[in-house]
C-alpha cells in the first residue's frame, strides 16, 4: 500500500508577501511542486493543495504518496488547516513535515528537528495547539535575526536581498532533498543527512 505524508509550507497568501522572509515554507513548497511536476490545483482545509506519486528508486522503499499545501489562513491561523489535512488524511503525525521561517539561523542554514516548541513562530504556535502535541518533524529555514532595533514582525515581512536570494535558493534545493528524503527514509536519516550550513 503506497504511504502518505504531508509537507506543509507555512507563509501568508498574496502577492505581496510571495517573496519574503516569513514565506519561505511556501517557497520550499513551490519549489518542491516543480521537483515532482505537481500542482497546486485545489482549495483543501483552507489551504492550497498539490499532489504527487515519488518513487524513491534508490531505496526500494516503494512508493510515496506526498501531499504539498499552503496554508491560505494567514500565518497565526495556520493550525486550522494542517489539523484539518491530518484528520481528512487520517495521517499519523510521523508522516508529517512542517517547513518554516526560524529567526535564531542564519541565512543558508537548515535544521530538521523532530519535536519542540514554536520558537515565537505565530504559525508553529497555531498547529501546536491544533493537534495538541509537538511530536512533529519540522524544517526550519534560517532567515537571520533582524538588524539594528528593527523588530521581528516588521523584519520577517521584509524580502530577501539580491544577495541573500542566492544563497536561500541553494538552501531551498538542499531542503527539496531534506523533504524527500524524510518521505523516503525517515526523519532521522533525513537530520543526519541534512541538518547543517549548505557545503
Not at 51 to 75: D, H
Request: aromatic share 6%; no cysteine.
Amino acid at each position: 500500500m503506497t504511504e502518505t505524508f504531508l509537507i506543509v509550507g507555512l507563509g501568508n497568501p498574496g502577492r505581496e508577501y510571495r517573496e519574503t522572509r516569513h514565506n519561505v515554507g511556501f517557497m520550499l513548497v513551490d519549489r518542491l511542486a516543480v521537483r515532482l511536476n505537481a500542482r497546486f490545483s485545489r482549495l483543501q482545509s483552507r489551504a492550497l493543495v498539490a499532489s504527487a506519486v515519488y518513487n524513491p528508486q534508490s531505496t526500494g522503499t516503494g512508493e510515496r504518496k506526498i501531499l504539498l499545501a499552503k496554508p491560505q489562513t494567514f500565518m497565526n491561523l495556520s493550525g486550522q488547516s494542517v489539523q484539518g489535512l491530518v484528520h481528512f488524511y487520517k495521517l499519523p503525525l510521523t508522516n508529517l513535515l512542517v517547513a518554516h521561517d526560524d529567526l535564531d539561523l542564519p541565512v543558508g542554514t537548515i535544521r530538521i528537528r523532530p519535536d519542540g516548541g514554536s520558537a515565537g513562530q505565530k504559525g508553529m504556535t497555531s498547529i501546536l495547539e491544533r493537534l495538541g502535541t509537538d511530536e512533529f518533524a519540522r524544517l526550519r529555514l534560517g532567515i537571520d535575526r533582524p538588524p539594528g532595533q528593527m523588530q521581528a514582525p516588521d523584519y520577517v515581512l521584509q524580502e530577501f536581498s539580491e544577495a541573500e536570494m542566492t544563497i536561500v535558493s541553494e538552501t531551498l534545493n538542499r531542503a527539496v532533498d531534506a523533504a524527500l528524503e524524510f518521505a523516503s527514509n525517515g526523519l532521522d536519516a533525513a537530520m543526519n543527512k541534512f541538518n547543517g550550513v549548505i557545503s
